[in-house]
């Protein structure tokens, strides 16, 4: 009967799953208790002048910002001749202005009541001008990140952190996401984990975009890097970035990446079976970049695509027409098709017209004025030779082969066709030089040589 007593009487251990849900009931009940004893102290005399301080100054930085508003952003637009950078600062400025009003008011405030009386009368004025300050520098700080999505994350993550470590609770709040999680073999996943990994990685692809954008601005300026050795130092520049700090943020959080090797290799082989285009469209796109056969700028026909190279992506070829359409040909056709480049070597195109006079006008008049009247239009070269060849004798004309050379075929190929024809034809006509057309010619016979005929029959 001792021995049941006994044993009823040890105390058993903790189920280790309820150990977490202890803990942030503990952490939970600590900060509400420190709310309860900030709420109290709200009360207080002096906290309720500080509280109804810090109000009216409010209001008078937000009437102060009604009445300089509009003459501020006035003496802003007579400064046409000022800089972009300068007018973008003004501009952000300009929309704070009743958060830099406030701001300084309630600092010299402070000031001012720590000359005049107690430090801790003026305590609440200074928690609140703190926060202020703290948000309105974060604010700026922000405007440098381009991505509004990235901004208003870094923007909102930057506020919870500095009122959270201006107010003390910081710690309390790192104890209570850590306590908020689950374990997978030696490693822990939390709340603070996920938060941490949140805010390294993105100060890391911020880093590694900020160094990627420089990178490519000096890459693209440097005029002895071909066109498509540019695009593959800017693919290769931008993956070694961005995989680098990938690779610094889960170090940097202490996950082991040597246990995810199995896995990857096995998501790899699905991959490259269920992805074989998109594979093969990488791999071509790489192959084009170092074997310059295309490049930016160059004019290509691909079927009955006919434009230049836009740009030159991982999976697609950009290509714009001269009607303004843009085809994105994906790079495996530009390796298995057959692809015209009429600027691969240099930019000199030949162009062909055919053309017929009559059999009364002198070939060699008609040869020489065709070849005055092309090398007359504006984007003919007159530096390469323009030739013209008779091909043939046709039914009712003699015909003509007129060979010239342009460089920007960028610029169009049917209207430099048209404006040559369109000159052979000014040049024709003041020469008396005629373009014959199929004729017909039907006779009719009378009606007794139509009898006579067919009584001899």
């Not at 504006?378 to 043939?392: A, F, K, P, W």
């Given at each position: 009967?001792?021995?049941?007593?006994?044993?009823?009487?040890?105390?058993?251990?903790?189920?280790?799953?309820?150990?977490?849900?202890?803990?942030?009931?503990?952490?939970?009940?600590?900060?509400?208790?420190?709310?309860?004893?900030?709420?109290?102290?709200?009360?207080?005399?002096?906290?309720?002048?500080?509280?109804?301080?810090?109000?009216?100054?409010?209001?008078?930085?937000?009437?102060?910002?009604?009445?300089?508003?509009?003459?501020?952003?006035?003496?802003?637009?007579?400064?046409?001749?000022?800089?972009?950078?300068?007018?973008?600062?003004?501009?952000?400025?300009?929309?704070?202005?009743?958060?830099?009003?406030?701001?300084?008011?309630?600092?010299?405030?402070?000031?001012?009541?720590?000359?005049?009386?107690?430090?801790?009368?003026?305590?609440?004025?200074?928690?609140?001008?703190?926060?202020?300050?703290?948000?309105?520098?974060?604010?700026?700080?922000?405007?440098?990140?381009?991505?509004?999505?990235?901004?208003?994350?870094?923007?909102?993550?930057?506020?919870?952190?500095?009122?959270?470590?201006?107010?003390?609770l910081?710690?309390?709040?790192e104890?209570?996401?850590?306590?908020?999680?689950?374990?997978?073999?030696?490693?822990?996943?939390?709340?603070?984990?996920?938060?941490?990994?949140?805010?390294i990685?993105?100060?890391?692809?911020?880093?590694?975009?900020?160094?990627?954008?420089?990178?490519?601005?000096?890459?693209?300026?440097?005029?002895?890097?071909?066109?498509?050795?540019?695009?593959?130092?800017?693919?290769?520049?931008q993956?070694?970035?961005?995989?680098?700090?990938?690779?610094?943020?889960?170090?940097?959080?202490?996950?082991?990446?040597?246990?995810?090797?199995v896995?990857?290799?096995?998501?790899?082989?699905?991959?490259?079976?269920?992805?074989?285009?998109?594979?093969?469209?990488?791999?071509?796109?790489?192959?084009?970049?170092?074997?310059?056969?295309?490049?930016?700028?160059?004019?290509?026909?691909?079927?009955?695509?006919?434009?230049?190279?836009?740009?030159?992506?991982?999976?697609?070829?950009s290509?714009?027409?001269?009607?303004?359409?843009?085809?994105?040909?994906?790079?495996?056709?530009?390796?298995?098709?057959?692809?015209?480049?009429?600027?691969?070597?240099?930019?000199?195109?030949?162009l062909?017209?055919?053309?017929?006079?009559?059999?009364?006008?002198?070939?060699?008049?008609?040869?020489?004025?065709?070849?005055?009247?092309?090398?007359?239009?504006?984007?003919?070269?007159?530096?390469?030779?323009?030739?013209?060849?008779?091909?043939?004798?046709?039914?009712?004309?003699?015909?003509?082969?007129l060979?010239?050379?342009?460089?920007?075929?960028?610029?169009?190929?049917?209207?430099?066709?048209?404006?040559?024809?369109?000159?052979?034809?000014?040049?024709?006509?003041?020469?008396?030089?005629?373009?014959?057309f199929?004729?017909?010619?039907?006779?009719?016979?009378?009606s007794?040589?139509?009898?006579?005929?067919?009584?001899?029959?």
């Amino acid at each position: 009967m001792a021995q049941h007593d006994t044993a009823t009487q040890t105390p058993t251990a903790t189920d280790p799953r309820e150990a977490p849900l202890e803990e942030v009931i503990s952490i939970g009940s600590d900060l509400l208790m420190q709310a309860q004893f900030f709420i109290d102290n709200m009360f207080r005399t002096w906290n309720l002048y500080q509280l109804l301080i810090a109000i009216g100054l409010f209001v008078a930085a937000h009437l102060l910002r009604a009445i300089l508003g509009p003459r501020i952003r006035t003496w802003m637009a007579s400064r046409d001749n000022w800089p972009k950078w300068r007018m973008r600062i003004l501009v952000v400025v300009h929309q704070r202005l009743r958060a830099i009003f406030f701001v300084a008011l309630i600092w010299l405030v402070i000031f001012t009541m720590r000359e005049v009386t107690w430090p801790s009368r003026s305590y609440l004025l200074s928690v609140i001008g703190t926060l202020a300050l703290a948000w309105l520098l974060i604010v700026f700080a922000t405007r440098l990140i381009k991505s509004p999505i990235l901004r208003k994350f870094v923007r909102y993550a930057a506020w919870i952190w500095a009122t959270l470590q201006i107010l003390g609770l910081l710690d309390a709040a790192e104890r209570l996401l850590d306590s908020i999680g689950f374990s997978i073999g030696e490693i822990r996943f939390s709340l603070l984990l996920l938060v941490q990994g949140l805010v390294i990685l993105g100060v890391l692809i911020t880093l590694a975009r900020f160094l990627t954008t420089t990178t490519v601005s000096r890459i693209r300026s440097n005029e002895d890097i071909s066109p498509s050795m540019q695009v593959l130092i800017v693919k290769g520049v931008q993956i070694a970035f961005y995989g680098a700090a990938f690779f610094l943020g889960v170090r940097a959080l202490g996950i082991d990446l040597t246990g995810l090797a199995v896995l990857s290799g096995a998501i790899g082989v699905g991959l490259g079976f269920g992805l074989q285009k998109v594979v093969s469209n990488l791999v071509s796109g790489v192959i084009i970049l170092l074997d310059k056969s295309i490049k930016p700028g160059d004019v290509i026909s691909l079927g009955d695509t006919f434009g230049w190279i836009n740009s030159l992506g991982a999976r697609y070829v950009s290509v714009v027409t001269r009607d303004g359409r843009e085809y994105l040909i994906p790079n495996e056709d530009l390796i298995t098709g057959q692809v015209v480049n009429w600027s691969h070597s240099n930019d000199f195109v030949r162009l062909d017209i055919n053309f017929g006079t009559a059999y009364s006008d002198n070939p060699h008049e008609v040869r020489r004025i065709a070849i005055e009247a092309a090398q007359s239009v504006d984007r003919v070269l007159s530096d390469r030779n323009t030739v013209c060849h008779i091909v043939g004798f046709g039914d009712s004309s003699v015909d003509y082969l007129l060979r010239f050379w342009i460089r920007d075929p960028t610029g169009g190929l049917t209207n430099i066709r048209g404006n040559v024809y369109l000159a052979l034809w000014d040049a024709f006509a003041e020469h008396g030089i005629s373009i014959p057309f199929p004729q017909r010619e039907v006779k009719l016979l009378e009606s007794e040589q139509v009898n006579v005929r067919f009584d001899g029959q």
